[in-house]
């Protein structure tokens, strides 16, 4: 018997946001979706509009209009403005820290709820998948930059969040270190299965994890799709030049 057909699932949907600061739009009428289990990567120049996007996604920054939602559920639309810790966001940002006074098992511990027995089993599960087993009592300094991005890949992860949000988080890593990291990255996000947007400024960063890229400029998304397609078939000279440093 024929199935009936059914819309793909989409976890995280984005219609029309729009931001502007002093009458200029920074983020223009951007939509997007993002499926579980899917890395969609956010992909443009140093001041396009990524961070705001993103931002506006998590809960910290208020867009002029447009609409959120997270699994069907509308988070952001006109008053409508859930803050983050109600939207099952999980957030690695550049500059977003360890708290260095907390061990590496209480930073991961952090968002968690519930017993502590089953708090400590995610702990160790999450820290033995980014090959940080036993340090759990170590704190934030005694860690590499390196191994401290992992702890905060296993803190972001460690609540289960429906959708993570990933803002340039590699850029901080010295080049010898980020392929690695961004494969165990890559690795664990797929497992986890939540719905991913990876904020980059680097065309091989979204080549190399996204799914889907959403190519952004000048607060616009101008393309959207594979990344084979995205580079082979690039939308205008401009997309293509930005891609040609790609070896
Ligand atoms: P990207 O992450 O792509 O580099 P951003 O989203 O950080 O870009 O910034 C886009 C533009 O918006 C930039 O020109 C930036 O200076 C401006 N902008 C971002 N946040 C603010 C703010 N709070 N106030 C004023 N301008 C801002
Ligand atoms: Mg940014």
Same mark, same amino acid.
């Given at each position: 018997?024929?199935?009936?057909? !059914?819309?793909?699932?989409?976890?995280? *949907?984005?219609?029309?946001?729009?931001? %502007?600061?002093?009458?200029?739009?920074?983020?223009?009428?951007?939509?997007?979706?993002?499926?579980?289990?899917?890395? !969609?990567?956010?992909?443009? &120049?140093?001041?396009?509009? *990524?961070?705001?996007?993103?931002?506006? =996604?998590?809960?910290?920054?208020?867009? @002029?209009?447009?609409?959120?939602?997270?699994?069907?559920?509308?988070?952001?639309?006109?008053?409508?403005?859930?803050?983050?810790?109600?939207?099952?966001?999980?957030?690695?940002?550049?500059?977003?820290?360890?708290? &260095?006074?907390? !061990?590496?098992?209480?930073? +991961?511990?952090?968002?968690?709820?519930?017993?502590?027995? /089953?708090?400590?089993?995610?702990?160790?599960?999450?820290? /033995?998948?980014?090959?940080?087993?036993? $340090?759990?009592? *170590?704190?934030?300094?005694?860690?590499?930059?390196?191994?401290?991005?992992?702890?905060?890949?296993?803190?972001?992860? %460690? &609540?289960?969040?429906?959708?993570? #949000?990933?803002? /340039?988080?590699?850029?901080?890593?010295?080049?010898? #270190?980020?392929?690695? =990291?961004? @494969? !165990?990255?890559?690795?664990?996000? *797929?497992?986890?299965?939540?719905? +991913?947007?990876?904020?980059?400024?680097?065309?091989?960063?979204? #080549?190399?994890?996204?799914?889907?890229?959403? #190519?952004?400029?000048?607060?616009? =998304?101008?393309?959207?799709?594979?990344? $084979?397609?995205?580079?082979?078939?690039?939308?205008?000279?401009?997309?293509?030049?930005?891609?040609?440093?790609?070896?």
């Amino acid at each position: 018997m024929p199935q009936p057909l !059914t819309d793909p699932p989409v976890r995280l *949907k984005v219609e029309h946001l729009t931001r %502007a600061f002093g009458g200029s739009p920074v983020v223009n009428d951007v939509s997007l979706e993002v499926a579980p289990g899917q890395v !969609t990567c956010l992909l443009g &120049p140093s001041g396009c509009g *990524k961070s705001t996007t993103l931002r506006m =996604i998590a809960g910290v920054e208020r867009p @002029d209009s447009g609409r959120i939602a997270i699994d069907g559920r509308i988070v952001c639309e006109g008053s409508l403005f859930l803050p983050p810790e109600a939207r099952s966001v999980g957030l690695m940002f550049q500059d977003f820290a360890l708290f &260095p006074h907390l !061990t590496v098992a209480q930073n +991961v511990a952090f968002g968690l709820r519930g017993p502590r027995e /089953e708090k400590m089993r995610r702990v160790d599960d999450l820290l /033995e998948r980014v090959n940080l087993s036993g $340090y759990g009592p *170590k704190h934030p300094h005694q860690l590499s930059g390196g191994e401290q991005q992992r702890v905060a890949l296993a803190r972001a992860l %460690a &609540p289960r969040p429906r959708v993570m #949000l990933m803002d /340039e988080p590699f850029s901080g890593l010295d080049n010898r #270190l980020r392929d690695g =990291i961004r @494969d !165990t990255t890559l690795e664990i996000l *797929k497992e986890e299965g939540a719905a +991913v947007l990876l904020v980059t400024h680097e065309p091989d960063e979204a #080549l190399r994890m996204g799914d889907e890229i959403a #190519l952004m400029r000048a607060g616009r =998304i101008v393309q959207r799709g594979s990344p $084979y397609n995205v580079y082979n078939a690039p939308v205008d000279r401009a997309a293509a030049a930005f891609f040609s440093d790609v070896n």
